[in-house]
């Protein structure tokens, strides 16, 4: 192929459904799986890759020994970890229990399919199975618009507060949560009301109950 050719492949509808075959195929070749002991050395490595702010090892040692269960990494066909999200859970005597991402990175190579996602949700989902974690938050940069982007429009995050030079550097940070469902559940689709008399009525007294219930949690 000569460069005139691939330019004018790219530029094609062929093109683009080329690279978008490419990129469902590199995709699948990328497990998510949770993070041993072993896996400590590349996460820092992708760490440090990625974002400036950096761990000490001990601090990775800290998060496999007392939450084991919240550690996940992405893993390619060649077992290189392209990925990981290192996570905590914190039980202040003043607030509910609930998650917190310490850090999140996906190499730059990988990006773009879904893998911070999936590393999210994995980590959602053992927070909710395994602590009964009542809600999930974490910091972000404020000039960060592709995190922003991820936290917010994709895994439904809001921003609560903002921390005032929260990084090294003095850059302001956002403070976002997402709440889970009741005992820790992920909220149901809202099912469509019964129509008519009694059941309607019982039906509508219920779900002011669950949401309700779902505040006070």
Not at 99 to 120: D, E, F, N
Not at 187 to 213: F, N, R, V, W
Request: aromatic share 10%; hydrophobic share 40%; proline share 3%.
């Amino acid at each position: 192929w000569s460069p005139v050719a691939i330019l004018a492949q790219v530029s094609s509808g062929e093109g683009r459904t080329r690279q978008s075959s490419q990129t469902v195929a590199l995709a699948a070749m990328v497990c998510i799986r949770q993070a041993t002991v072993e896996d400590l050395i590349a996460m820092q490595a992708c760490n440090l890759q990625c974002l400036p702010e950096n761990y000490y090892m001990k601090y990775y040692f800290y998060h496999m020994l007392s939450w084991p269960q919240l550690l996940f990494v992405a893993e390619d066909y060649n077992k290189k970890i392209v990925g990981y999200v290192l996570a905590k859970m914190e039980d202040e005597t003043d607030d509910e229990v609930h998650g917190h991402i310490t850090s999140l990175a996906v190499l730059r190579t990988h990006r773009k399919l879904g893998l911070a996602t999936k590393l999210m949700r994995a980590t959602e989902a053992a927070m909710i199975e395994t602590f009964s974690a009542k809600f999930l938050s974490l910091h972000v940069r404020v000039t960060n618009r592709a995190a922003l982007t991820l936290y917010r429009d994709t895994l439904g995050f809001n921003i609560d507060d903002t921390d005032p030079k929260y990084y090294a550097d003095q850059e302001d940070a956002y403070f976002m949560k997402k709440t889970f469902g009741p005992q820790g559940a992920k909220p149901d689709k809202k099912k469509p009301k019964a129509s008519g008399g009694l059941l309607a009525l019982q039906q509508e007294k219920a779900e002011k109950g669950d949401t309700k219930g779902a505040d006070e949690q």
